[in-house]
């Protein structure tokens, strides 16, 4: 999945004054937007609160995620998709998501909708911001997605105070491979958080394994599923074509987009990019994108993407190296991004990872044989080119893709979380069995 | 349009306030207290309040809350806080705890629960602030009476990072139900009260007076106690015996005389010149209605005036009590049917000298292991260590209780 992003405000001029006069305008700005928001929040959400009161009372679901929920990021479009789901027997008519910041600027998901200031870990005051949005409500469920301190911490005080069955999704690590940076989720916040959690899921087995491993309790796989209509119902036809490439996804870190363009220049394909450039947290700089043949097309839609992604020999997915140089050391050892199950479900073209062998990403494609990974190398990305255009090879993956394929669809996977939560463990085996004998790193 | 800088930083202070949001309106935690949770006012008219003042009376910083006024809401203890949540929802009750300890950053809690109430605002406290919480089990409100539902004792009970039971049949009990670890801390009597030397009655032992100790809670039990006294030659004081709420001349008539409650100090005075003290306690049998306080409450009265005068015991009731196991155990002395030639036989026997001597100095003996020295100290170090510190008062349980409970 990839991440919540770290957002560091502009710095500010050094003190020669009061806090206030030393703002400059656009910071100031900032603020009055952000006092803003967090009041029309708090009103609007309490003339809602009083019209279903009168009402009688409804049983509410909360999400709690860092960050908006849309389609501009894997962890949006995937909960989006468990959530949203159009054929769940039971919608969620009153889902309340509870975010921590605003990274996208805009939130399309559940009823209603707020930003929570953020605490700095302090708890009283979490319990006391969560008592006054949502008392007087009957809380049935938490589902958390963790990434910071303030999303595990209110989940904790909707268990508590509300009695709320709570369900933990850990999609990226800031705990178990983030020892010691100044971000990771304290050790201790995390045991309660999952002692507290009626179900436990993590995004794939290396996740899991590695939370089992430290914290002792079981969790379940709920993978990043692709939506049912897309995925093809018969093996595609090879596609050998030796000018293109397509190139998927987000980039997590500036190193990455540059270590790839610089490779690809010597790599002579033309490259069509699905993924958002325009990211704040990544600089794409048009000069670099076009010595390495790099066309951006943006997000496309998913039904567009498979369509799209059909008509390549290989397409490309950026990860990390998880060497000396690796800054994102957390996210890259133990996170898969979603759009790589997501891409061999709907497409079944071949994947050709850059990056590490020992990623998430490179167990994936090889354990299900649907691509292979190399380092970020011209020669070494333009051999592999050249070995996923050949006809065989690439009928061969697109089949193991059919059948992986069919494993991650999305059909009725609202009522299989809904049921999983409910009995607290998961309601069957289908994703077990997906991963079957899957190899897990022993670190 | 042109930017009002000082128009917006104003705008900011006042939206600041409006939302109440982030640090910028909260008001700072002031201090860091514990919490004492107990039914009613903690003061020196109960057993459970003589004994939280001797544990934490001297500690500052003490924030007590009850949910109950049984006493005209006197209270001489830590900062006095009445939270009562009734009928209404697990988040209100949530809010309102918040609220009435906004201000105050709690550390440790200490619940003695005997209210539903006592158990949400417990769950609540440590909830709020992750504050680690110790509970005290005095009174059995759970096994043999429906007082707090399984769930809500459960969570409590799980959430408490130590487990405290007043007496060895009440830890037994609970362990054996809940299958978690309780440790036994029984009552204390104060050190200042404590005699190095055996105290000795100047009277002689013949005269077949004594007194009554311990709170008769049952209504049936004065009636078994003025039946049983009634005729037998035996005549005992009481004091608190006037409020008893039946005639003066009534008791007189079979024997019991009653005035009005002693201090402490003349009290361990007056038992310390008596030959035997009795405690009436419950029968256990098909008639008894406070079951789940005669079968697994140890009264701290036994233990106190035990401890401060020596005196020996006559237990009425059933041999089946905590109060029975507890003179038998330490053979301080024995007990009765509430029958009366049972009664006279028990009389005769421990007003003979070498006998009441004899518990005298067992008593003597055992009254070093309950006094209160440093066991408020004991109960918080215990609970950051999730166990009992030492095993002072483990090492008091009965064998057969100990090694009942030994399975959990």
Redesign the interface.
Known sequence: MEPARRWSPPKQPENTGSR?DRLP?QT??D??RA??D??VA?KSDYAKRDANQAAGQLDIDVLITTNEMNDRHGTGVLIKRILEQPEHPKPRHNLFCIRFQNDWGDHDLGDWNIRL????G????C??NI??L????K?RQVLCVPFQADELTAS??IQ????ARLCAYVMDDQNVAADGMPDAIPDELMR?FLQKSSLRLATHPELRSAYERKYGMPFSVLPAVAPDALIPRNVLPPVVDRRRGALLGSFWDQSWFDRLCAALESCGREIDWFGNHRSPFVEFSSEKLMRARIHPFGIVSEGRLATELRGYPFVIVPTGTLDAAEKNHSVASLSLPGRIPLAAAISQTPLLIVGGPNTCAARFVKHFGIGETVPYDGAEIRGAMDRLSDGRIQSEMRGNAARMGRSFSDAGIGEWLEESIALGRAADGRFEEAFADYAVDAR | MP?D?QM??H??RR??T??????ES?VP?ERSCDVIITPVEVNDSHGTGVLLQMLFGREENIVSIRSLDQYGGRQDFGLPLKIVHGADS???A??RV?QALRGI?VRRVVCVPYQPDDVMTA??LQ????ASMCTYIMDDQNIAVRGIDDSAMRELLEKSSLRLAISPEMRAAYERKFRLPFFYVPPMAPARLLPSQLHVPVTPPDARHGVVIGNLWSPRWPELLRRTVRNSGVTLSYPRGDSLAIPAEDLRADGIFPHARLEDEELVRMLRSMWFAVLPSGTLDQFEDRRWMAEFSLPSRLVYLMATSHIPVIVLGSRATAASHFVEQFGIGVTSGYDRACFKNAVDHITQTEVNLAMRRRGLLAAGRFVDTGVGEWIWQSLERREAFDRRFEDLMPEKVASAAGAI
């Not at chain 1, 508590?160 to 009695?163: D, L, N, V």
């Open positions: 206030q305008h100031r700005n603020r009055l006092k803003l967090t009041l708090w200031p953020k605490t700095g302090d708890r009283v005051e319990f006391r008592l006054r949502l008392r007087g409500r809380v904790i005080a508590e105070a509300f009695g309660e | 930017v800088q917006i930083d705008l900011i939206l600041n409006l939302t109440a949001s982030a640090r909260s935690a697990r988040d209100a949530f809010a918040e950053a769950i609540a909830g709020i602030f992750g």
